[in-house]
C-alpha cells in the first residue's frame, strides 16, 4: 500500500511540474507573439527605423527584416 501512494505521490509532483512548464512555454510564446505583433504594426506605419523597432521589440533585427519582407509579400 505505502508503495502505491508513493507512486502517486511521484505521479502528482510530475504532473504539477509538467503544469508548471507548460505556463512557462505557453509565456515565453505568447511574448513573441506580441513582440512580432507589435513589429508589424510599426513596419505598416512606416515612421520607424528597423533598427528602433528591433530595440522596442526586442527582437532580433534579422526577425524585423523577415517581417518587414513578409508584409510587403501581402
Do not use: C, H, W
Not at 500500500?1 to 507512486?7: E, G, K, T
Not at 512557462?24 to 510564446?29: D, L, M, T, W, Y
Not at 515612421?47 to 526577425?63: H, N, Q
Amino acid at each position: 500500500m505505502n508503495l502505491q501512494l508513493a507512486y502517486l505521490d511521484k505521479l502528482n509532483e510530475g504532473k504539477k511540474l509538467g503544469e508548471k512548464i507548460g505556463k512557462e512555454i505557453g509565456k515565453e510564446i505568447g511574448k513573441e507573439i506580441n513582440q512580432k505583433e507589435n513589429a508589424k504594426r510599426m513596419i505598416a506605419a512606416n515612421k520607424i527605423s528597423l533598427e528602433d523597432i528591433s530595440f522596442y521589440t526586442g527582437l532580433p533585427l534579422d526577425e524585423v527584416k523577415k517581417l518587414q519582407y513578409e508584409l510587403s509579400d501581402q
